[in-house]
């Protein structure tokens, strides 16, 4: 059982690329999260999903979109990476809304 | 002003000490707490979870929840190096637009020095 998976683990990006950030959870979870954790600014929310083709925004989703084809997967996307996304970002799953959030190992992003 | 806040520490402790770890809150809504510890470079993991006030036990570990005064508290006994992480606090209220948003405290960095 391998909980959440995130890829990839580490990247490095040139401002104004694109990048695709993939999670998938094999507990058959309904409900997906993405945040991100900077220093001192703790765990923010960027965007949810409540179950397969669902998705909303959270605290700081400028920058960023999400697609939740399958219930299974959750897509964090940038359009046009910038500095101020550098970033550690953790994905998260929970299976309804009384239960604890599984997050992922988390991805480390740098953009130059 | 953030809605939980926690001292980010850095918090140092001989092995064997009593930990307290604390956080406060703003939104009297809060009714579900939950301590996750992060180890170094690794994903948060659910550690306490506790509705409502009062206290919960397991093992070395004791969360207690004091809603009158909107205050958490962690306690580790009997504190070992493999306690050594980044410790987050963090509470949710009633369920909004059908997910539960939980909100974070910044997390406080423990030390147990052998």
């Known amino acids: 059982n391998a909980g959440v998976t995130q890829t990839p683990k580490f990247r490095v990006l040139k401002t104004g690329q694109s990048m695709t950030l993939l999670c998938a959870q094999d507990m058959n979870h309904e409900y997906m999260y993405w945040y991100r954790q900077d220093p001192g600014m703790g765990l923010r929310l960027i965007h949810y999903s409540v179950g397969e083709g669902t998705t909303a925004k959270g605290e700081v989703p400028d920058g960023y979109n999400v697609s939740r084809l399958k219930k299974q997967n959750f897509l964090l996307g940038l359009e046009s990476a910038a500095p101020s996304q550098t970033s550690v970002y953790f994905c998260?799953?929970?299976?309804?809304?009384?239960?604890?959030?599984?997050f992922g190992s988390g991805t480390r992003l740098t953009v130059v | 002003q953030k809605e939980v806040e926690q001292d980010p520490g850095p918090l140092s402790v001989p092995e064997g000490a009593i930990v307290s770890l604390n956080c406060t809150y703003s939104n009297s809504a809060f009714q579900y707490f939950m301590w996750y510890r992060q180890y170094s470079r690794k994903g948060p993991e659910l550690l306490m979870y506790?509705?409502?006030?009062g206290n919960k036990e397991d093992g070395r570990f004791t969360a207690q929840v004091d809603k009158s005064s909107k205050y958490i508290s962690l306690f580790i006994r009997d504190s070992q190096p493999s306690d050594s992480a980044t410790y987050l606090c963090?509470?949710?209220?009633?369920?909004?637009?059908?997910?539960?948003?939980?909100?974070f405290g910044q997390g406080t960095r423990l030390t147990i020095n052998p």
């Open positions: 506790t509705y409502s006030s």
């Open positions: 963090a509470m949710r209220g009633p369920p909004l637009q059908g997910a539960q948003k939980l909100v």
């Open positions: 998260a799953s929970s299976r309804t809304v009384n239960y604890g959030y599984t």
